[in-house]
């Protein structure tokens, strides 16, 4: 049939590196831009972010960067198309949604958006005769694209476009031959080729050569070459966000029993359990409980409530009858197991008091932290929850423990189940998230609670304090004196009384 003009520009189309000096005008670059946005998308979600790189400077750096590419840097202009699923993460986020982490599914259809959108872009150039050139090097160099770029965990630069009008010798070259439309076309299913179509298929590439000398240069030059090691290291550190080896932990279509269950776990030789007030106050911290019990003597009555990791620790009930008191252990499996076990007796509600070491560079030792995210850096959640990525307090109960110390802020921390693993690094990465602590059982309790429909919220208080960096001015420090335990203690346990409504 004859070409119209549409399919005339697309073969037309070939790869410009060299441009005239002369600039894109502003109403052309719109005009690009606006036909990229145009283009097909998943869901009509746009998972990607177009940066238009503009800063000469910058422009100049990525040229060294991706893979030492002069012509980078002197045309005219750039676009870096990114795969971009932070924003509607952070969007579910702020809609209360308390989002998973996204998969390699979301990854995948990220990338497809971004390269459907570029591809847009070209199409639009070459119409309006701007020449464009694909830099599939932005991939390589995770960690210095990451910090140039400023990109945050779920956005990956998955393709980057230099644009500009180009010389008359640009113009003049010939395109490279494509294979036969018959080497890529299957016809419904896959068909692998055997040595002789291989060999058949890429013919028009070695004239002057036999197969085996054109296939090993071309391999050493393209897939063995130095380039393509570093992409692919590059884009498995891009991976790691996506792809949670520990998801596998959690099957959400396991029906099956648990082997031990809380509500076994409680019973000892068949004897029957005596259910807990609805809310409980939850001690993830030394001092506070035994503080409770020592100035409130006859007020406590004790009751069983056997744990599989925390033994025979018992509960307390106040003697409203409106609310207990218990120990929560330490670490995410220990709190899931207080969890679990407190569910099992009734309780609907925990209120837990807690202490944080602090890294958030305006965070002070004595300060109360109210943790309206806390992200999961331990395992047990991962029990529950095939992907997590944070977990959330219930609201309510957040905004009455903000009414009761209004001197607390709302601010995000992390979990973590490796004390000693809390390097500098991870706490700056931790910083950028917006996270000020961390402790080591608040995200199990949010995520195990939630799964578990009950409502819960964490208090807690800056016990140490970190340096923000190796060598800084001051070293790690510890401030927790007994007294400012008790008085800590008391105050939630106020917070719990008026919880149960016994205030």
Not at 213 to 219: G, H, L
Not at 255 to 266: G, M, R
Not at 451 to 466: A, C, N, Q, W
């Amino acid at each position: 049939m004859e070409m119209n003009e549409i399919l005339r520009q697309l073969h037309q189309r070939k790869s410009v590196r060299a441009f005239a000096d002369r600039p894109v005008e502003p109403e052309v670059k719109r005009a690009i831009l606006e036909a990229a946005m145009a283009a097909p998308t998943a869901g009509n979600q746009q998972m990607y972010t177009i940066l238009d790189i503009t800063d000469p400077a910058l422009r100049q750096r990525l040229a060294v960067t991706c893979d030492n590419q002069p012509f980078i840097a002197q045309a005219p202009m750039a676009l870096i198309f990114c795969a971009d699923f932070q924003k509607w993460h952070d969007a579910f986020a702020e809609g209360g949604c308390s989002p998973r982490r996204p998969g390699v599914g979301e990854l995948v259809l990220a990338v497809t958006d971004a390269a459907i959108a570029a591809q847009n872009a070209v199409t639009a150039a070459q119409s309006l005769g701007v020449g464009s050139c694909y830099i599939g090097d932005i991939l390589e160099n995770c960690e210095t694209h990451r910090e140039l770029l400023g990109l945050p965990e779920y956005v990956i630069p998955s393709a980057m476009l230099v644009l500009g009008y180009p010389t008359p010798q640009q113009m003049e070259r010939k395109k490279p031959e494509r294979c036969r439309l018959e080497d890529i076309v299957c016809e419904n299913v896959y068909r692998r080729k055997d040595g002789a179509a291989l060999r058949a298929m890429f013919v028009g590439r070695h004239p002057q050569l036999s197969y085996e000398e054109w296939a090993s240069r071309f391999c050493a030059r393209k897939y063995h070459s130095d380039f393509s090691r570093e992409m692919t290291r590059s884009v498995g550190k891009y991976l790691q966000s996506w792809a949670d080896p520990v998801s596998d932990w959690c099957d959400e279509d396991d029906d099956t029993p648990p082997v031990i269950a809380a509500e076994k776990q409680l019973c000892k030789e068949g004897e029957p359990v005596e259910r807990l007030p609805e809310t409980a106050l939850v001690f993830f911290m030394g001092r506070g409980m035994k503080h409770l019990l020592e100035t409130m003597p006859g007020e406590w009555q004790e009751r069983p409530a056997r744990r599989f990791l925390n033994g025979d620790k018992p509960a307390y009930v106040h003697r409203s009858g409106r609310l207990c008191m218990i120990h929560g252990g330490y670490g995410a499996p220990q709190a899931a197991d207080t969890v679990e076990t407190l569910r099992a007796l009734g309780v609907k509600r925990m209120i837990c008091a807690g202490m944080c070491g602090g890294y958030g560079a305006d965070t002070a030792l004595g300060d109360v932290i109210l943790p309206n995210r806390a992200f999961a850096e331990e395992g047990a959640s991962r029990h529950y929850y095939g992907r997590i990525d944070f977990a959330t307090p219930s609201p309510r109960l957040l905004e009455r423990a903000a009414a009761h110390f209004p001197e607390g802020r709302a601010l995000p921390v992390v979990t973590t189940d490796a004390v000693f693993r809390q390097t500098f690094r991870k706490e700056a990465l931790w910083r950028e998230k917006g996270a000020v602590g961390v402790d080591m059982e608040c995200s199990a309790v949010f995520s195990i609670g939630r799964k578990l429909g009950m409502e819960t919220v964490m208090v807690m208080v800056v016990s140490d304090r970190h340096p923000l960096a190796p060598g800084g001015e001051t070293d790690w420090q510890w401030h927790m004196p007994k007294e400012s335990r008790e008085r800590f203690a008391q105050r939630c346990f106020e917070l719990a009384l008026e919880s149960s409504g016994v205030l």
